[in-house]
């Protein structure tokens, strides 16, 4: 099965787009770890290549000129996920866009997949509600959500600066995704 979102990182994601990230045979996800700026560009190399790729965005908007443009940011800046081959592993490090091709294992690339269905859940909520990604390990009781967007998803409900903050820790990229949560979820 091959994974790759839309190229273009302003298009608009909805529920019907959601695409299952999977094992393919003879490849391996890695995530990808590009020079400055150049995450995109890796990512419309990929799609060039058919090389199945993933780039996390989450909403945007700014100001400019008086005027308010919404967009998509990459959610990990500098990082692509690319599910390679050896012939493709080599197209990556000869392309000029990535710094390093961080290790995955046979053991270690099912967490990996998991993660990135996580993030990818999270990306989808991102369009309904506020969502952050913060490089930590939050420590605390986990749980698990019985029902809604996030069923199944283990997390941490924490209290801070008096609002609740539903929080899950990605193990294969050390970093944590946090959401407000609905009343409705817990």
């Known amino acids: 099965m091959s ?10 994601l909805i529920e019907d787009d959601y695409y299952l990230i999977d094992t393919i045979p003879e490849h391996r996800w890695y995530p990808v770890y590009c020079k400055p700026n150049k995450a995109k560009k890796l ?23 008086g005027r308010r443009i919404a967009t998509q940011i990459p959610m990990f800046p500098g990082y692509v996920f690319l599910c390679l081959n050896r012939l493709d592993n080599w197209q990556v490090k000869t392309s000029g866009f990535a710094l390093r091709i961080l290790p995955v294992t046979e053991e270690t690339e ?7 269905n996580k993030i990818r859940e999270f990306e ?3 369009h309904t509600q506020p969502v952050k990604v913060r490089a930590d390990l939050i420590p605390g009781k986990r749980f ?3 029902h809604g967007t996030l069923k199944g998803t283990e997390g941490v409900i924490v209290k801070r600066k008096n609002r609740t903050e539903f929080i899950v820790y990605l193990e294969f990229l050390g970093y944590s995704l946090v959401t407000i949560p609905a009343l409705d979820l817990l």
Do not use: C
Not at 3 to 12: C, D, G, N, Q, R
Not at 43 to 59: C, H, M, V
């Open 110 to 116: 099912p967490k990996l997949i998991e993660d990135l």
């Open 144 to 146: 698990t959500v019985t």
């Open 43 to 65: 990512a419309e190399l990929a799609a060039q290549k058919n090389i199945s790729w993933y780039l996390p965005t989450l909403p945007h908007s700014r100001i400019t000129r």
């Open 3 to 12: 994974f790759s979102m839309p190229l273009s990182i302003e298009s608009k």
């Open 124 to 126: 989808l909520i991102s």
